[in-house]
């Protein structure tokens, strides 16, 4: 008897064409335009570089405890990796 009293829902369609939204475009902040102009033209007409890197990428495996070891002295000193590896290679080769 309650399903009697209850009313259906009226949902509203809220569908709107797919095109309704697509010529928002926010507005450039005053010359801020001219900056993404020159980046979009940058972006396409520089060429890229055909020279090699001059980084490098070495990983090690070995005993955690000397691994740990390495970072903590890096750490202590303040160095990266590459820097305290120089130092002690220079140690090593008596460059210093």
């Known amino acids: 008897m309650m399903d009697q009293d209850r009313m259906a829902l009226n949902i509203p369609d809220f569908e709107e064409?797919?095109?309704?939204l697509d010529d928002f475009v926010p507005r450039p902040k005053e010359?801020?335009?001219?900056?993404?102009?020159?980046?979009?033209?940058d972006a396409v007409s520089s060429f890229p570089s055909r020279e090699?890197?001059?980084?490098?990428?070495?990983?090690?495996?070995g005993p955690r405890t000397i691994l740990e070891r390495f970072k903590a002295m890096c750490k202590a000193d303040?160095?990266?990796y590459y820097d305290m590896l120089e130092i002690l290679m220079d140690s090593y080769e008596g460059k210093n």
Do not use: H, T
């Open 78 to 80: 303040r160095r990266a």
């Open 31 to 41: 010359g801020q335009g001219d900056k993404i102009a020159a980046r979009a033209i």
């Open 17 to 20: 064409p797919a095109d309704a």
């Open 52 to 61: 090699a890197s001059p980084d490098g990428q070495l990983n090690l495996k």
